[in-house]
């Protein structure tokens, strides 16, 4: 034992000295493979031997952050080290903004899905509730894919996985059935017995009162009622008061689900439905501005625009651009339009004060002299 102790020991000396010794060397090396790369915004790919991407990253300075990762300090983190190893080429793509630069990362990350990326996800990960119209009694489903079929959906949602318990704990708070009978052939369940549902199966049951228990759901999805957390809070109180701890844990479970995603849901639902709006930001090039039409959330257009010389007809020239990229319908929300919507949302969020932003009123109109006043404004 003692042997193998001290052979492990000074194996380990002999890697800490050999890894000192190839780390000068690497650093060298991937030196080399950076000569070229600005310090400008935008997305780098670490690619290995066989021109796989192995890692996508972001920064407002992509040379700097590529530098960073060559750093003595690194030598110690294991994980760092086994993927610098790898990198044989460095590409890059210059955005016009950091933003920019945020949203392209997220999309290159799930198109090409490298290996040493901490935030990997794909789309099949995302899901929607949906409350059935067709069915004399409604129920609440969790599903992946929007279908045109007459029923309501919410989302799309981060967290498939998530969604199942959700609809777990609106249907024990409201009572709505989870049989998968037809509505005209319900028989008794289990749910029934123990009193979490309505129990259409019992004709006794009002139909009125079903339905205003999926108007309840409705009005939480939609972010303006917490009347189902307030349910469960009151039964939780009761089973407290009977004596029935284990109920009464099994339920504040419930409540504590229900808060964590009602807040996540007022805040989506307001990026979607409030974040209608023209942002300006000056670009990397010399007297250009990056102009964003943001609707519902997410980027529908980014325009480039040299404003190094500015006068009536150029402003007027802008104008129209942008006035001719609005849609004419509404846009539907899709998997792929949910981590844009989060990084937009917690970007406007850090910056809350930034000054070069027209909101855009109900039908997508604005002002036509703030639009010249911040042009005006970001001339150099």
């Not at 030196?31 to 890692?55: C, H, R, S, T, W």
């Not at 995603?261 to 090039?285: D, Q």
Request: with cysteine; hydrophobic share 35%; glycine share 4%.
């Amino acid at each position: 034992m003692h042997f193998s102790y001290f052979r492990t020991d000074a194996l380990q000396l002999e890697i800490q000295y050999l890894t000192s010794h190839y780390v000068q060397s690497l650093r060298v090396e991937k030196k080399n493979l950076m000569q070229d790369i600005p310090e400008l915004p935008g997305v780098y790919f670490m690619k290995n031997a066989e021109e796989e991407v192995i890692y996508i990253g972001k920064s407002k300075n992509i040379r700097k952050r590529l530098q960073s990762y060559f750093i003595k300090s690194n030598q110690n983190n294991k994980k760092i080290m086994k993927m610098i190893v790898q990198v044989k080429k460095i590409d890059y793509v210059i955005t016009g903004t950091e933003l920019e630069a945020l949203l392209l990362e997220s999309k290159l990350i799930k198109e090409k899905l490298p290996i040493y990326n901490k935030q990997l996800k794909n789309y099949n990960s995302y899901g929607y509730i949906k409350i059935t119209q067709n069915e004399i009694y409604p129920r609440l489903l969790s599903v992946q894919y929007l279908k045109d079929d007459g029923d309501i959906y919410y989302g799309p949602y981060r967290n498939y996985r998530e969604i199942e318990l959700i609809i777990d704990a609106l249907c024990v708070s409201v009572g709505i059935r989870r049989c998968h009978e037809n509505s005209n052939a319900l028989k008794s369940c289990i749910y029934h017995e123990i009193g979490d549902c309505l129990s259409p199966c019992n004709t006794k049951i009002c139909k009125t009162r079903y339905d205003e228990a999926v108007n309840q759901i409705k009005l939480f999805l939609d972010g303006q009622s917490k009347e189902p957390i307030r349910t469960l809070e009151h039964k939780r109180d009761d089973y407290v008061s009977n004596l029935r701890f284990e109920k009464a844990g099994e339920t504040q479970k419930h409540i504590d689900c229900l808060r964590k995603f009602y807040n996540y849901c007022t805040s989506y639902i307001y990026n979607i439905e409030k974040r209608n709006m023209i942002l300006f930001l000056p670009s990397t090039s010399e007297h250009t501005i990056a102009i964003l039409l943001i609707l519902h959330g997410r980027i529908w257009k980014t325009y480039h625009f040299d404003i190094n010389v500015l006068n009536e007809s150029t402003v007027q020239a802008i104008k129209e651009v942008i006035r001719s990229g609005m849609p004419e319908t509404y846009i539907w929300t899709t998997k792929k339009d949910v981590d844009e919507i989060i990084i937009i949302g917690r970007w406007l969020k850090e910056n809350q004060d930034y000054p070069y932003i027209i909101p855009l009123g109900k039908n997508l109109e604005y002002a036509d002299q703030d639009f010249t006043d911040i042009l005006a404004m970001m001339t150099p």
